[in-house]
C-alpha cells in the first residue's frame, strides 16, 4: 500500500451553530468535535495535515503542536481547501480528505475507504437516507460504478429523487489528485471550487472511483447547527457507555449516564442514574456511584461509595463513603 496521508477540512465558520466558537471546536464527551475525526486519521497514519481558516488560531491554540496546520485564507470551497494544502503532501501516496464536523467516522470506515484505491483512482464514503434533501447526490452509471457527485443545489428534478449521498469523506491516488485539482472551476450555484468533481473527472477518463456505503447512516454525516450536534454527542456516549458495560462495569440505567471520553472505570464498579462523570476522573474496581453523583477529574478509590455527592478534583480513598448532599473539591477524603 502506498504511503497514506490524511488532510482534514476544518476551516468553515459554521454559521448554523450561531457561535462565536468554531465549529469544529464545540464539544462532545469532553473533547472538541475535531478532535474525534483527527484520532482516527492519526490511528491510520502519522501524516495528518489541518487545514485552518475561520478561528484558525482558537483551532492551534486548542490543539498545540500535536498536528500540522495548513492555512486556507479564503473559504472557496472544498477543492479549494485541498489545493492549499498540496505543498505540505508528497508527489505520490495515497490521501484521506476528511471533514472536521464528522466526529463518529472511526478509523475502521476509514480504513474501508482507503481499500477502495487498491482497485481504483479514488475513493467516497456515501451513505443511504431517507430524506437525502441537502446532500450531494452519488449518481452511478448502468454498471454501478460512481459517475460523479451532484450537489443538493445543482441538482435536476430526477437527481434529487436519489437517496445515496456523499458524506464528504474521499481517499485519492495523490499523483492523480495534483493532475485533476488544478481543473477545478465554480461553475456552479455556489461559486466555489468543488472537491466532488474531481471524482467526474477521473470516471470520464475511464478510470474507477470506488465507493464505501456506510450502513449507519448516521456515523458520516456532519454537524452543521446544535440539534445535528445533540444527536451526535448522544451516539458518542451510547459508544462510550457500551464499551465500558463490555468492561465490566454496570450501569444501571444507561440512558441518564452521562461519561466523557476520558473517565476510566474499573470492572465491577456500579453506576446508578443520573451520574456525571467528567474531565480525567478515574475510578477504582468494585465502586457504587450514584445515584445523583456528579464527578470532575476525581480519584476514587476502590469499593468507594459515593452518592447524591459532588466531587471535583479531590481524592477519596479506598473503602471510603461519601455522601448523600457532600461537594468536596480540591481535597482528599
Known sequence: MKDLWAVVLAAGEGKRMRSRLPKVLHPICGKP?????????????????????????????????????VMQKNQLGTGHAVMEALSELP???ALLVLCGDTPLMEAGHLQKLVDC?????????????????????????????VKQV??????????KEIKEVNTGTYCFDIKLLRHYLPLLNTENVQKEYYLPDVLAMIYKDNLTV???????CRVGLGINNRAQLAEAAFLMRDRI?????????????PGTAYIETEVEIGPDTVIEPNCIL?????????????????LVDAK????????HSVVRGSSVGKNSRLGPFVCLEQDKF
Open 33 to 69: 468535535m475535531l478532535h474525534y475525526i483527527a484520532e482516527s486519521a492519526a490511528a491510520l497514519t502519522d501524516n495528518v495535515l489541518i487545514v485552518v481558516g475561520h478561528g484558525a488560531s482558537k483551532v492551534m491554540d486548542t490543539f498545540g503542536d500535536k498536528w500540522k496546520y
Open 91 to 93: 508527489g505520490d501516496g
Open 117 to 145: 484505491l487498491e482497485s481504483g483512482a479514488a475513493g467516497v464514503a456515501t451513505t443511504v437516507l431517507s430524506n437525502p434533501a441537502g446532500y450531494g447526490r452519488v449518481i452511478r452509471d448502468k454498471q454501478g460504478l
Open 150 to 159: 451532484v450537489e443538493d443545489k445543482d441538482a435536476s428534478p430526477e437527481e
Open 210 to 216: 470506488g465507493a464505501y456505503c456506510i450502513e449507519d
Open 241 to 253: 457507555n457500551q464499551d465500558l458495560m463490555h468492561a465490566g462495569v454496570t450501569l444501571i440505567d
Open 278 to 294: 467528567e474531565g480525567n476522573t478515574i475510578i477504582g474496581e468494585g465502586c457504587r456511584i450514584g445515584p445523583g453523583a456528579h
Open 300 to 307: 476514587i478509590g476502590d469499593r468507594a461509595i459515593i452518592e
